[in-house]
């Protein structure tokens, strides 16, 4: 069974920093393409990053670029994002998924989704 | 503002057939596959089309994909109560400008 519990979550300032973490399991983690997707309350969803499987390719969507990064650690089976300079708009509830086509022209296809973890940026 | 425009609401009722819309253009539907997703409140999406219209294991055959040039649907027959939703359509855009996975705005689904 695909297991992607997602972490790190909080209550963070405007202008700061938190890194949220995605540990997966079940399947052979480093053979996939891996996104977040957030959604702010009663909102809609907002594809934010993916990275390919060896890390080699990441995207951005363009409200993020220079402010966040997604990584991930292959031998840890564990995905990331960096965020900084987090402004009240990046609030949301973050997930990651494992996006089964992957890649440039297919992405999209996410078969399955972690619970989510909220980040509130407020003052 | 959402790259692929829904309608923001839809509705029916029991047994009757529905139809969502998503709108886009030539650098996301027009060139790339279409997936829809269902969300119930409180819970992560759950993909229901892929491929722009192959239903996952599982998916009851009364949801069904289609798409044409820039436009793709999603057709929900037979209605049943347990289908109030909100409902995403997605896509990977080509945009020079930032390529990404777009989605639209949702619609919610309403079953009277």
């Known amino acids: 069974e695909v297991q992607l519990v997602e972490s790190g979550g909080g209550l963070v300032q405007p202008g700061g920093s938190l890194r949220l973490s995605c540990e997966a399991a079940?399947?052979?983690?480093?053979?996939?393409?891996m996104s977040w997707v957030r959604q702010a309350p009663g909102k809609g969803l907002e594809w934010v990053a993916n990275?390919?499987?060896?890390?080699?390719?990441?995207y951005y969507v363009d409200s993020v670029k220079g402010r966040f990064t997604i990584s991930r650690d292959n031998a840890k089976n564990s995905l990331y994002l960096q965020m900084s300079s987090l402004r009240a708009e990046d609030t949301a509830v973050y997930y990651c998924?494992?996006?089964?086509?992957?890649?440039?022209?297919?992405?999209?296809?996410?078969?399955?989704w972690g619970q989510g973890t909220l980040v509130t940026v407020s003052s | 503002q959402s790259v692929l425009t829904q309608p923001p609401s839809a509705s029916g009722t029991p047994g009757q057939r529905v139809t969502i819309s998503c709108s886009g253009s030539?650098?996301?539907?027009?060139?790339?596959?279409v997936y829809w997703y269902q969300q119930f409140p409180g819970a992560a999406p759950k993909l229901l089309i892929y491929?722009?219209?192959q239903r996952p294991s599982g998916v009851p055959d009364r949801f069904s994909g289609s798409k044409s040039g820039t436009s793709a649907s999603l057709a929900i027959s037979r209605l049943r109560s347990e289908d109030e939703a909100d409902y995403y359509c997605?896509?990977?855009?080509?945009?020079?400008?930032?390529?990404?996975?777009?989605f639209g705005g949702g619609t919610k689904l309403t079953v009277l």
């Open positions: 030539s650098s996301n539907i027009g060139s790339n596959y």
């Open positions: 998924a494992k996006d089964l086509l992957g890649g440039p022209s297919k992405a999209g296809m996410f078969q399955d």
């Open positions: 997605a896509a990977w855009d080509d945009s020079l400008s930032g390529p990404g996975v777009v």
């Open positions: 990275i390919k499987e060896d890390g080699s390719e990441k």
């Open positions: 079940g399947f052979t983690f480093r053979s996939y393409w």
């Open positions: 491929k722009n219209n």
